[in-house]
C-alpha cells in the first residue's frame, strides 16, 4: 500500500472552512444566550429557559464538533509527517482516523443543525397558527 502524502492535504482547505463555520456558529449562538441571559434576568419566563436550554446543547455539540474537526486536522498533518519519514501504514491508519473523525464532526454538526431547525419551526408555529386564523 502506497498514500501519497499529497492526500492527507487534501483535507486542509475543507477542515480549514469548516472550523470557520462552526466559530462562526457558536459566536452567533453565545450572543443569542447572552441577550436571552439579559431577558431572563428580567421576565423569569419558562419559555425563555428552555430556549436557553436548548442553545446549551447546540453550544455543547458545536464543541465537540470543533473538537473532532481540530483532531481531524491534526491526524492529519501526524499521517503526512509520517509519510514522510516513510512509515506508510502508520501514516494510512492515521489517515483513516483523520476522516473517520471528520466524519464524526459532520454528523454532530447535521445534528445540531436538526436541533436549529426544530427549535425554529416551534418559534415559527404561532405564526403559523395565527396565519390559520
Given at each position: 500500500?502506497?498514500?501519497?502524502i499529497?492526500?492527507?492535504?487534501?483535507?486542509?482547505?475543507?477542515?480549514?472552512l469548516?472550523?470557520?463555520?462552526?466559530?462562526?456558529?457558536?459566536?452567533?449562538?453565545?450572543?443569542?444566550?447572552?441577550?436571552?441571559?439579559?431577558?431572563?434576568?428580567?421576565?423569569?419566563?419558562?419559555?425563555?429557559?428552555?430556549?436557553?436550554?436548548?442553545l446549551?446543547?447546540?453550544?455543547?455539540?458545536?464543541?465537540?464538533?470543533?473538537?473532532?474537526?481540530?483532531?481531524?486536522?491534526?491526524?492529519?498533518?501526524f499521517?503526512?509527517?509520517?509519510?514522510?519519514?516513510?512509515?506508510?501504514?502508520?501514516?494510512?491508519?492515521?489517515?483513516?482516523?483523520?476522516?473517520?473523525?471528520?466524519?464524526?464532526s459532520?454528523?454532530?454538526?447535521?445534528?445540531?443543525?436538526?436541533?436549529?431547525?426544530?427549535?425554529?419551526?416551534?418559534?415559527?408555529?404561532?405564526?403559523?397558527?395565527d396565519?390559520?386564523?
Amino acid at each position: 500500500m502506497n498514500l501519497p502524502i499529497e492526500t492527507p492535504a487534501l483535507l486542509f482547505s475543507a477542515t480549514s472552512l469548516i472550523l470557520l463555520a462552526y466559530t462562526n456558529r457558536f459566536l452567533t449562538i453565545a450572543q443569542i444566550v447572552r441577550g436571552l441571559k439579559k431577558t431572563y434576568d428580567q421576565e423569569h419566563t419558562k419559555d425563555i429557559l428552555i430556549q436557553i436550554k436548548n442553545l446549551n446543547l447546540r453550544i455543547t455539540l458545536i464543541r465537540y464538533m470543533q473538537l473532532f474537526g481540530v483532531m481531524c486536522l491534526f491526524l492529519s498533518v501526524f499521517a503526512m509527517l509520517l509519510l514522510f519519514i516513510d512509515q506508510q501504514i502508520i501514516g494510512i491508519y492515521l489517515f483513516g482516523a483523520s476522516i473517520l473523525c471528520l466524519m464524526v464532526s459532520l454528523a454532530l454538526s447535521f445534528w445540531e443543525i436538526s436541533i436549529s431547525v426544530k427549535a425554529l419551526r416551534v418559534h415559527l408555529s404561532d405564526l403559523m397558527e395565527d396565519k390559520k386564523q
